[in-house]
């Protein structure tokens, strides 16, 4: 592996909770939605982290790619380093649940949005192209489908059933209002991560009731986890609760009942949803009742064992390694597209001068051609097979000295 580390033409913007509040990670990905769908750029967010990654290199058919300006707190990573970044986020080891499924889940969806022509179009200033028409750009579909290899790979490694941000909020209500066996808690919204705190509740032994402005997909949850349908909306009351666990993607539509059941209780609330789906005011007001998922963030991590970090790491060192074989491979393909078309128009001046001082028939002509082809074939079938596999770059720039491509 020969890529200098701020070499490769690549850049990423992360912004993760541990610095930046959900607010400031909001705004920055309002930001980069204006960049996000150019086929030079992919944007990750999840609960904790809003990631843009591009690339540098100049287009002849896009203009300048402008990247939004970084909140305080935010990290810009060039070239393997952002790649590596990637990468150790994909392996899990960069979130709050060691390994948690969640994140492997997100970066396939990301992904897969960007393969499909028309999602979620933003407008994108452009040459003579559109930008929504062109592909993703090479470089960052291979760094994704390395990063997704390896989370497959180093999910199967797991120790003990699989844990989620729903566990770690489940916890933490427990932690707060003793165990959960028998205990009401409302889980308001529908969604992947309403689901996940709403099973994990239940296999505590929970009685979950579901809040969601679809009453269908409160419905259907509730039936799940065997529990029961809230209601929802402006008008709603708060139910009678032990805990409440809001998962949702907008600020909570309460009721001046449901507000003051939330100030008067003194039971824990947990709020998966960012931004924060409470108003700053009342999650002041709840005080010490009241946990953001940020908080989650800034707490210790899950911790590992050693030998299993370590597998973790060589498994990340082996996929930048693959990662950067891969680059430095794609470098040498113009020289050996130069020593192919160079080696085709040698034998196409010799065959021509040769024919000019001799007459042959069709035939003979055809023979001495099939010849010529198949000679110089086999003296370019080693080198270009080398430089095909050319992993430091050492045999690019032989090549091209040698053969003055």
């Known amino acids: ?17 541990r610095a930046v509040s959900s607010e400031e990670r909001e705004a920055f990905a309002r930001a980069a939605m204006r960049v996000a769908h150019d086929p030079r750029a992919i944007l990750l967010r999840t609960c904790h982290r809003v990631e843009l990654y591009f690339v540098t290199a100049p287009s002849p058919d896009l ?3 402008t990247p939004p300006d970084l909140p305080d707190g935010g990290v810009s990573l060039e070239g393997l380093d952002a790649a590596r970044h990637l990468l150790t986020v994909a392996a899990g080891l960069d979130s709050v649940v060691v390994g948690e499924d969640q994140i492997l889940h997100q970066l396939r969806e990301c992904l897969a949005d960007r393969r499909v022509p028309g999602a979620e179009q933003c407008p994108v200033e452009v040459g003579s192209h559109d930008a929504a028409a062109l592909p993703l750009d090479p470089l960052i579909e291979r760094l994704f489908q390395v990063a997704l290899h390896l989370g497959r790979e180093t999910r ?3 120790e003990g059933p699989p844990r989620s941000l ?3 909020a489940t916890d933490c209500v427990a932690a707060a209002a003793g165990p959960l066996i028998g205990k009401r808690v409302l889980v308001v919204g529908a969604g992947r991560m309403a689901r996940l705190a709403a099973l994990s509740a239940s296999r505590q032994g929970a009685r979950v009731l579901v809040a969601n402005r679809s009453a269908e997909r409160a419905g259907a949850l ?7 349908p809230a209601p929802y909306g402006p008008t709603a009351p708060l139910p009678e609760v032990d805990a409440v666990i809001p998962a949702i993607a907008a600020r909570w539509d309460l009721s001046p009942a449901a507000r003051a059941g939330l100030l008067e209780g003194e039971f824990p ?15 002041e007001a ?12 800034r707490s210790p991590q899950d911790q590992i064992r050693p030998r299993l970090r370590n597998r973790l790491e060589k498994a990340i060192d082996a996929a930048e390694a693959q990662f950067a074989a891969w680059v430095n491979a794609r470098s040498s393909v113009p020289a050996i597209q130069a020593l192919a078309e160079q080696a085709e128009s040698r034998r196409a001046e010799e065959l021509d001068r040769l024919f000019r001082r001799l007459e042959l028939a069709d035939h003979e002509r055809e023979l001495v051609e099939q010849m010529s082809q198949r000679l110089v074939a086999g003296l370019l079938h080693a080198p270009l097979a080398s430089l095909r596999e050319d992993s430091t770059g050492d045999l690019d720039r032989a090549a091209r000295a040698l053969f003055s491509l």
């Open 1 to 17: 592996m020969n890529v200098p580390r701020a070499a490769l033409e690549l850049n990423a913007l992360t912004v993760h909770a």
């Open 63 to 65: 203009q300048a790619l």
């Open 156 to 158: 199967s490694w797991r």
């Open 166 to 168: 729903g566990d770690v």
């Open 222 to 228: 509730a039936w799940e986890v065997d529990g029961e």
């Open 269 to 283: 609330v947990v709020d998966l949803s960012s931004p924060p789906a409470l108003e700053p005011a009342l999650r």
């Open 286 to 297: 709840l005080g010490d009742r009241y946990t953001s998922v940020d908080d989650f963030a």
